[in-house]
């Protein structure tokens, strides 16, 4: 079992940053790959970025060059940088994770595939507004 619980959510402008942090309890957390996700308002949930048990690193395409994923294993925590934000960034994000230990994706720039996560958090709400 995994526990995950997400913090750092807030409003902010557009062209701002905010940045999230999800603190993990797992006996073997250096062993799942780790993802984040999100739903905006009245839209499915899609995926954002995924580091795998190596540390390395997938993005949609919408993520790719704003937003960036990191873990640390020996706080067992989980963070994703998000800068140059746009209106449509708003959503509430959730961190995953999966026993697999290497990001499965999917095609055409869309992220991680959140059929893979098991573990899930609560989430946090993002508003990027004016």
């Known amino acids: 079992q995994v526990r995950l619980v997400e913090f750092g959510g807030g409003s902010v402008q557009p062209g701002g940053s905010v940045g999230l942090t999800c603190a993990a309890s797992?006996?073997?957390?250096?062993?799942?790959?780790l993802g984040w996700f999100r739903q905006p308002p009245g839209k499915e949930r899609e995926g954002v970025a995924c580091i795998d048990v190596d540390g390395l690193t997938t993005y949609s395409d919408s993520a790719k060059g704003r937003f960036t994923i990191s873990r640390d294993n020996a706080k067992q925590t989980l963070a994703l940088q998000m800068n140059s934000l746009k209106v449509d960034d708003t959503a509430m994000y959730y961190c995953?994770?999966?026993?697999?230990?290497?990001?499965?994706?999917?095609?055409?720039?869309?992220?991680?595939?959140?059929?893979?996560?098991?573990?899930w958090g609560q989430g946090t709400q993002v508003t990027v507004s004016s």
């Open positions: 995953a994770a999966t026993a697999l230990r290497r990001c499965a994706t999917l095609r055409g720039g869309q992220g991680p595939n959140s059929g893979a996560f098991a573990f």
């Open positions: 797992a006996l073997t957390y250096s062993q799942y790959s």
